[in-house]
């Protein structure tokens, strides 16, 4: 049961362009969002977040949007740079059960951005 | 600042052998972690610990040992390696509060 979905395994953007990468989830008790960014050989590191009382946060070229009644985000990349291409993995934090937060991960998009 | 640091970054195994990932960071946070990495599956949770002493069961901590002796370290304990566990493992911390996970750079695991 994959409760946090990343529907389009790779996404090809010409430089300069928009690149728009996709998450849906199911679980209602998520409270917190992440985008985590990685390169080959190396683990992911964090990018942006938003939490669920907000429906936008944005970090230069980066916006994440959260649309809490379709149980859908998204995060905007503009302009898109040819460093930008990774694999991008969406996160949600689980509000209820114990303090630790559990994350829960989609399967990831691979971004290329083209020069 | 090392941050999170694992080793080794590459094993390979025969089934039935045991082995140990290490994991230490150097942040001071409470919050430890290891995922694994499949193909088409994302990150998945196999266990985790919110201090010294304390550990607990993520998604799929079958065949998985941890402990949390210090803050520093959390190693995770293969008992009897199996093809299924063939991988790439991260590990990572965060403080109590707050919401970002720090990852180490990879473990890649292969079972034979």
């Known amino acids: 049961d994959q409760q946090v979905k990343q529907n389009s395994p790779s996404l090809s953007v010409q430089e300069g362009r928009i690149s728009i990468l996709n998450c849906d989830y199911t679980?209602?008790?998520?409270?917190?969002f992440l985008w985590y960014k990685k390169y080959p050989a190396e683990g992911p590191t964090f990018l942006i977040s938003?939490?669920?009382?907000?429906d936008k946060n944005e970090d230069g070229r980066f916006t994440v949007f959260l649309n809490k009644s379709a149980k859908h985000l998204s995060l905007h990349i503009v302009p898109s740079q040819p460093g930008d291409s990774a694999v991008y993995f969406c996160?949600?934090?689980?509000?209820?059960?114990?303090?630790?937060?559990?994350?829960?991960f989609g399967q990831g998009t691979i971004l290329t951005v083209h020069p | 600042n090392a941050g999170v640091t694992q080793t080794p970054k590459f094993q390979v195994l025969k089934t039935g052998q045991s082995m140990t990932l290490q994991c230490a960071q150097d942040m001071n946070h409470e919050y430890m972690s290891w995922y694994r990495q499949d193909p088409g599956m994302g990150l998945r949770l196999i266990h985790y610990s919110v201090g010294a002493g304390i550990t607990d069961q993520g998604e799929v901590p079958n065949g998985y040992n941890v402990s949390r002796s210090t803050t520093e370290d959390f190693p995770l304990r293969l008992l009897s390696a199996a093809p299924s566990q063939t991988s790439v493992y991260f590990c990572a911390s965060r403080a109590s509060v707050g919401n970002t996970q720090y990852f180490g750079p990879g473990t890649r695991l292969t079972v034979l």
């Open positions: 679980n209602s008790m998520f409270d917190y």
């Open positions: 996160a949600a934090r689980y509000a209820g059960g114990t303090s630790y937060g559990k994350l829960t």
């Open positions: 938003i939490s669920s009382i907000k």
